[in-house]
C-alpha cells in the first residue's frame, strides 16, 4: 500500500508534443498531544479578478499575479508565451539522465544542465524545479534509460491579478506568526484534478520532523512567487495534488503555511491534533512534518532569520505536541509498517539519497536541536 499518490499526466493542463532529440550520456512511540488553536483562522481564496468589496468577514481583498503555465511532452524544444521564472521537470525511469539548456532570457545560451531529484522525490523516475531566469525557450533531452519526460514552464510574477480573501490580521500558531495560503496566493482549484480533489487528506498523530531546502536560489527577491511555483511543481507537474512540504521559511524569517489540511484555520493539523500527509519524503511521509528553508543550503548557510524562524516554529510545534527534539526515535509508517531509526527533527537525506536539505543545514540540525530543547 502506498502512502503518497501514484504520479499520473495531469489532464487539466494544456500539453505540447516535443519531437526525440539529443542524448544525454549513460549516466516508534507516537506521541499524542492537544489539538493546534491559532489566533487567526486562514481565508479562503476568491477566483473574483474584481478587488473591490469587503470580501468575507475579517479578511481583506488582495490581489496576486495568476500563475501561468505552458506543458509540453517528450525531449527537444519548447517555447512559451510568456517570460518563464521556472521549469518543472518530471520523467520515468532513471533518477539521472534528463538535462536542460534554456536559449533565451537570463540564461541565454546556456549549457546543458544535468537534471537529478533534489528534494523532491518520486518512484519510477526523476523530477525537478529549474530557475528559468525569464527564458520563453528552452530544450530538453534524456539518456536511454529515461523515457516519459513532461516539462512544465511557470510565471508567477507576470500574470494577470486574482484576488484572494486575505485575513485582516496576521494569523499566529501559538504565537508564531505565520502566512496563511490566500497570503501567499495559493489558487485552491489547484488541488483539484477531474472535478475531485486529487489528494485528498489523510491524518495521523505526529512522530518526526524533517528539514529541507527548496534547491532554489538563494538571495530571492520574491520568495511568495516562489512558492507559488514549487506550489504548481509539485500539485501538477509531480501530480501530487498540493505543495509537498507542510511550513516554507524564506530568508527574512517569514513563515508560509505550505500542505491544505482542512478548513478549520489550523495549519498542518486537523481539528483533532492529527498531521495532514503531505509529499515532501517519500515512503515516510505519514505522521511526518516537513519544513523546507528556501533557497539552495548545500554550501550557504541559512541566513539568521531563517534559522530562528525554523527554531520558533519547531520548538512551539514539539511542546505542544510532547516531542522531545534531542530524542533518537523509531519512526513508523503507520501506513505500511515500514520502520526508520532516527532523530526526532531529521534532515531529508535521513531518510532518502539526496542532498537535501544541503551539507550546511544539515550540518546545523545538531544546533537547532539543541536550541529547541532550551
Known sequence: MSESPTPTPSSHRRKRSLSRRGVIGATGAVAAGAALTPVVFAASESGDTDSSGSGDSGTTPEKFPATRTDAAT???????AFAASYVGVRWSGARDGAGIRFTDGDASAS????????????????????????ATAYELKASADVDGVHSLAIDTTDGPGRTFHVPSEPTRMRGVRYLSRPAWGADESKRYKDGQVNSPEKYYPLQVLTVHH????????????????????HAITNDWGDIGYHFLIDEAGTIYEGRYSGDDGVPAFNSDGELVTAFHSLGYNSGNLGIALIGTLQDKAPTNAAKAALIRLVKVICRIK??????????TNPVNGVQKDTNTIGGHRD????????????????????????
Open 322 to 331: 510532547g516531542l522531545d527534539p534531542q530524542a533518537k526515535v523509531t519512526y
Open 74 to 80: 517528450g525531449t527537444g524544444a519548447a517555447t512559451t
Open 214 to 233: 527548496t534547491a532554489t536560489p538563494n538571495d530571492d527577491p520574491d520568495p511568495a512567487a516562489t512558492v507559488r511555483a514549487i506550489y504548481e511543481y
Open 351 to 374: 531518510y532518502f539519497a539526496t542532498e537535501c536539505p544541503g551539507q550546511t543545514m544539515y550540518d546545523l540540525l545538531a544546533e537547532v536541536r539543541a536550541a529547541v530543547a532550551r
Open 111 to 134: 549549457t546543458w544542465q544535468s537534471l537529478a531529484s533534489g528534494c523532491a522525490s518520486v518512484e519510477g523516475g526523476g523530477t525537478a524545479l529549474i530557475a528559468a531566469g525569464n
